[in-house]
C-alpha cells in the first residue's frame, strides 16, 4: 500500500518540477537577448532582462572604436546589475535580492553605457512589477570615436611637453589653485561628515559599515550638479576664495628652483601622459604599441637622428643653383648686418675684453659710435660704395645694349 502511495506521489512531484522547468526555461532564454549594432529592441514585461554583446575580433582598424547602449525610458525605480554572462548577471541578481546586498553599479541609475568590443558584456535590467514596464535598449557602434582620439593625443602632448611644462611658472601656478581647491573640498567634507555622525547617525553607520556611507556619498555625488546650479553663487565665491587663498600661499613659496624637484614633475606628468594613452582605447595591445613607440621616439639618442639626416643628405643631396645678381647683393646684405650683430653681442659679452679691444682698433671713437647704433660706414665710404654700385649698373646696361645691337 505504502508503494501505491509513493508511486503516485512521486510522479506529482516529478510533474509538477517538469512543469516549472518547462515553464521557466523559455522566459529565461527569452529574457537573454544578443544585440548588434543598429538593434533596437522594446521591452514591456516585468522582471529582469539580459542584454548582451559578443566579443568582437581584435583588429588594428578597430582601435578608435567603441559601442554605446542606450536606455531610453521614463521608469525612476530599476536595477542594473553588470557582468561578462548571463549567468553571472542572474547570480547578481539573486543575490541582490535573497539578502540586503550592496550593488554599486544598480544606484548610478546610468542610461548610456560604454562597453569594450572586445570583451563579453551583459547589462541586466530589472524592473519591478508594479511599475511601467516599457523601455527601449539601443546600441549604436561609433568607428571612429572622437573622445579615444582625443585621448590619445591629449596622453602624448602631455607626455612630449611634460620637460616644458615642469619648467612653466605659468603651470605650477594653476596646479597650485587646483590643489588648493582641491585639498579644502576635501577638509570641508570631512569636517561636515565629523559634524554629521553623532548620535544615532554614528550608530546606523557602525551598523550598516561602509555601505551606508558610500551610498550617502554616492546620493551627495550624483546631486553635485543640482547643488551647484541651485548654490551657484556661494559655490563661485568659495572657489574665487580658495583660489586667492592657494595663489598667495603658492606666491609666498614661490616656483620650484630644485632641479631634482623638477624632474620628479617632469617624470610623473610622463606616467600620467602614458597612463592616459594605454587606456583611451579598449584596444589595449595597439595602446600599449604607442606607448612604446613614443618612449623609443622620445629616448633615441641625437647621435642617431643627425647621423640619419646625413645619410638621407649624402644619398639625396639636395640641387646646387646658382644666385641672380640681385640674390647675390641681398644674401651679402644679409649676412654683413648677422656679423654685425654678432659683433656688437660679442663686445657686450663678459668674453670681451675692452681695453685689448681699444689697443688694437685704429679708431676707437668710430667703434664707439658703432657700438651706440651709428653706421659702420663713415659718409666718405659711402659715397663711394654708391659710386660703385652706379659705375657697375651703367656698365650692366651699357653690355646689354651693345648685345642687342649685334
Known sequence: MDNGIVNPLSAVIFLLIFHCVYTESPSTTESIHFLKPGDVIENNKPGLQTFCHSAKPKHVRYMWGSLTIYLRTNIENYDLYNGKTPEEVMQMHDDNHRSWNFNIFSIQKNKKFKINPFEDVCIGIYVHPSNLHKYTVIMIETRTDSSILIMMMAGAALFLGAYNLSKNTLFYYLISIMLGITTSIIILVYFISKFLLKGKMMYITVLTGWTMSFYLFQMLWENTQLIIVQYREWVAW?????????????????????????????????????????????????????CILILLLYKSPTVLTQKGRTYW???????????????????????????????????????????????????????????????HLSEGESREHDAEITRIIEECEYTDDEDDTL
Not at 248 to 267: A, C, D, E, M
Not at 316 to 325: A, D, H
Open 313 to 375: 643628405m649624402n644619398m639625396f643631396p639636395e640641387r646646387r643653383k646658382l644666385l641672380t645678381e640681385d640674390q647675390y647683393r641681398e644674401e651679402g646684405i644679409r649676412e654683413t648686418n648677422k656679423a654685425l650683430n654678432e659683433l656688437k653681442e660679442y663686445c657686450v659679452s663678459p668674453k670681451c675684453n675692452p681695453w685689448k679691444t681699444t689697443l688694437i682698433l685704429k679708431d676707437p671713437i668710430r667703434f664707439a659710435r658703432f657700438m651706440e647704433g651709428e653706421s
Open 238 to 290: 568659495y572657489i574665487l576664495i580658495t583660489s586667492v587663498i592657494s595663489f598667495v600661499i603658492s606666491y609666498r613659496f614661490g616656483p620650484i628652483t630644485n632641479v631634482r624637484t623638477k624632474r620628479l614633475i617632469q617624470w610623473f606628468l610622463q606616467i600620467i601622459g602614458l597612463i592616459t594613452m594605454y587606456y583611451s582605447s579598449y584596444l589595449r595591445e595597439a595602446s600599449a604599441f604607442f
